[in-house]
C-alpha cells in the first residue's frame, strides 16, 4: 500500500525540506515508509492537511509549529488542539535561509511590494527596512506560494514584484535571486513536527519530548501556577509554554506545552496524572524523540527509582508495615 506524507505546500517550502529530511534520514531510510509505494502530497494549508489527515486521505503530514524568532505557528497549535485527536510522532530542526526572487529582468529598483508567508517576513522586515523601506508586504499561504505567483507560467499575474522564500522556491520557478541571506537573524530555525492518527506510541529513547494542550476549568487567582507545579514539583523541564484563545470567551485560554521525557517516564506519567486531576482537560499530543538528540537525564529524586522506592514505600505504610 502506499504511504501517503502531506505537508504545507507547494513545492519548495521549508516544509517539504523538513519532510524531506525526515525521510532521508538514517532511522527511516529502509523502512517501509522510504520504500518506493511512497507519495508526498502538498497542501494549501496546515488546516487542510490536518484534515486530509483526520479523514484518512494522509497517513501523516508535515507541519510547522514553532520558529526560533516567531515563536509557536498558531494555525498549527489551534488545529491539533480542537477537533479528532492527532499526535506528534517526530521533530525536525530546518535552518532558515530567506532569498528575494523576482522573475528574470527585474531589479531592485523595481520592487514596489514582496509577497511571503507571514513568518517570513517577520524575520526580514530589518532587511526590507533598509533595502526597500517603501516596499508593499503581500500575505500569501506560504514563502512557495509566494515564489509560484511570480513563474512566468502562471497564468494570472501576482500583485507584487519579488518574494522572500527558500533559494529552492526561486530556482523551481525560474527565478532570479535579487538578493541572498536576507533573514534578520542568520541562527533562525523552525521547527516542524510529523503528525499521525493516535495509535502505539514509540518506546522512550532517553532522549523524548511530550506535547499536550491544557483547558483550565475557570479563571481563578494562581490558576496558571496551579498547573506549573505539576511540573515543577516532579522535576519535569518545559520546552515551550504559549496560551492560545479557545474561541468561547473574551478571556478563555488555553496553554499548549512540550516538555522533557516520555509518557513511559514515572515522573511524567505522575505529571500527566496531577494535570488530569486539575484540569478541565488534557489533550495528550504525543511523546516523540527530540530532533536534536539531547538527553534528558533527570533531577535528583526524580529518577526511575526515586519513584518506585516512593511508590513501595506508600504501599508498605499502607499495608500496615513500619518503614
Known amino acids: 500500500m502506499t504511504t501517503r506524507y502531506g505537508y504545507l505546500g507547494p513545492r519548495g517550502t521549508f516544509c517539504e525540506m523538513a519532510l524531506h529530511a525526515w525521510l532521508t534520514s538514517p532511522t527511516h531510510l529502509g523502512s517501509e515508509a522510504s520504500g518506493p509505494d511512497l507519495e508526498q502530497v502538498p497542501c494549501s494549508s496546515v488546516a487542510l492537511a490536518l484534515t486530509a489527515l483526520r479523514a484518512g486521505d494522509l497517513d501523516a503530514a508535515m507541519v510547522p509549529i514553532e520558529n526560533s524568532v516567531e515563536g509557536g505557528v498558531s494555525a498549527t497549535l489551534d488545529a491539533l488542539s480542537v477537533g479528532e485527536s492527532l499526535v506528534i510522532i517526530g521533530e525536525v530542526l530546518v535552518p532558515v535561509t530567506f ?19 507571514s513568518h517570513a517576513w517577520a524575520q526580514v522586515r530589518g532587511w526590507m527596512d533598509a533595502h526597500l523601506p517603501e516596499a ?75 506535547s499536550v494542550v491544557l483547558f483550565q476549568r475557570d479563571d481563578h487567582p ?27 470567551a473574551m478571556g478563555s485560554y488555553c496553554f499548549t506545552i512540550d516538555f522533557e521525557g516520555h509518557v513511559a517516564d514515572e515522573r511524567v506519567g505522575e505529571t500527566l496524572m496531577g494535570l488530569q486531576r486539575v484540569c478541565a482537560q488534557v489533550r495528550f499530543l504525543g511523546s516523540y524523540p527530540r530532533a536534536d538528540g539531547t538527553p534528558t537525564p533527570p533531577r535528583t529524586g526524580t529518577a526511575e527509582a526515586d519513584f518506585l522506592r516512593a511508590r513501595e514505600w506508600l504501599g508498605a505504610l499502607r499495608g500496615g508495615g513500619t518503614v
Not at 532569498?99 to 508567508?117: K, M
Open 99 to 117: 532569498v528575494l526572487g523576482a522573475r528574470p529582468g527585474v531589479t531592485l529598483a523595481d520592487v514596489r511590494a514582496v509577497g511571503t508567508h
Open 222 to 248: 494562581g490558576g496558571l501556577l496551579e498547573l506549573l507545579e505539576q511540573f515543577a514539583t516532579r522535576g519535569v523541564n518545559m520546552t515551550r509554554l504559549e496560551s492560545r484563545p479557545t474561541g468561547d
Open 136 to 210: 508593499v508586504y503581500v500575505p500569501t499561504l506560504s514563502t512557495a506560494a509566494a515564489g509560484a505567483g511570480l513563474d512566468p507560467t502562471a497564468a494570472e499575474g501576482a500583485p507584487y514584484q519579488a518574494f522572500v522564500g527558500a533559494p529552492v522556491a526561486a530556482s523551481n520557478h525560474g527565478l532570479e535571486v535579487l538578493a541572498a541571506d536576507i533573514g534578520d537573524n542568520p541562527g533562525a530555525v523552525t521547527r516542524f513536527v510529523l503528525v499521525a492518527r493516535p495509535g502505539r506510541t514509540a518506546p522512550p529513547t532517553g532522549s523524548d519530548k511530550t
